[in-house]
Every structure is written in C-alpha cells, then in structure tokens.
C-alpha cells in the first residue's frame, strides 16, 4: 500500500498517509497527490488507488507482499587493533605526544560494531571510514617521528665519527 503526499487547501504539502487516512484528511477529487511511484503530481481522482474515496466504495484490498528479507550488508572493519597499535606503541617507542591521536579512531572504532547491530549501516560505514583515517594519521605520525630519530641517529654517528677521525689525524700528526 502506497503511502502519500498532498497539497491542502492553503497550498502546503502534508503527507505521509495511507488512503485510508486521506479518507480523513478530507482529500477532494481535484486535491494534488503524490507517491514514490508516481512521476509527477496528480489530482486524486486520477490514482486508480484512490478512486474508491470518491465512490463510495469500500478500500481495494491491499495485496500483502512479503518482503523479502536481504541479509545484512557485512560489518565495516572497524580499525580497533589498529587505532590501539598506532597509539599505544609509538608513545611508547617514540615517546610522542601526537601519537595520542589515535585515541579518536579509537572512539570512531568502538562505534562501529554499536551501529551496525542496531542496524545503521551507513553510520557504522561512516565510523569505519573515520576510525581507518584517524587511525592511518597516527600511523603516518609514527613513521614520520621513526624517520626523524633514524636521521638524527646517523647524523650524531656521523658527526662522532668525523670527530673521532680528525682528533686520530691530529693525535698522529704530534707524534
């Protein structure tokens, strides 16, 4: 049974209703209405399911259509382990304070499973997607604080190495 709209006297639109409530909602022949079926508004009177309100005929029997049930799209990955590795270990290691970002694809992560077994699936898609980029930004932070003690460590080797080198040089010369 279609559920539709209509436009009042005052030129508003109201809506949604079943026929059986546009019975009571005083819908005249020439009122517009619309459904999702529907290309277009129409006036009452041409909607073959709502002929009977101006007959006087009881209500068409509604045919029941069982749906059919789709299984649930598959859960979202929700990043957790993830979240949790790209926050703890590089505080850890790094001894980063940005690495705490992590703590939000932490929270996106915790929400994805809630959403999706009250059956909000965009919504546990959307806190997937969060949970993944919040959790890939503390991983990047991690690299990129890696990278920098790596550079440091070579550019300290180097610097104590050469050091090293020219006081032997110097060492060897006053002998």
Known sequence: MNRYFYIDTAGRQKGVFTPEELRHENVKRETLVWTQ??????????V???????????????????????????????????????????????WSIFSLLGIVGITYATQ??????????????AASRNAGRWA?????????WIILIAV?????VVFFSSLL???????????
């Open 48 to 94: 073959d399911e709502l002929k009977y309100l101006f007959t006087g005929a009881p209500p068409p029997q509604a045919t029941v259509v069982q749906e059919e049930e789709l299984p649930p799209p598959p859960m979202p990955k929700t990043w957790l382990t993830e979240s949790i590795l790209a926050t703890v270990l590089p505080f850890f290691c790094c």
């Open 136 to 144: 890939k930004v503390a991983l990047w932070i991690v690299f990129g």
């Open 165 to 175: 080198v020219n006081a032997q040089d110097w060492i060897f010369t006053m002998v």
């Open 152 to 156: 440091t460590v070579v550019t300290i």
């Open 37 to 46: 079926e529907m290309p277009q508004w129409a006036r009452a009177e041409e």
């Open 112 to 125: 994805v499973e809630t959403l999706y077994r009250r059956g909000e699936y965009e919504a546990a898609q």
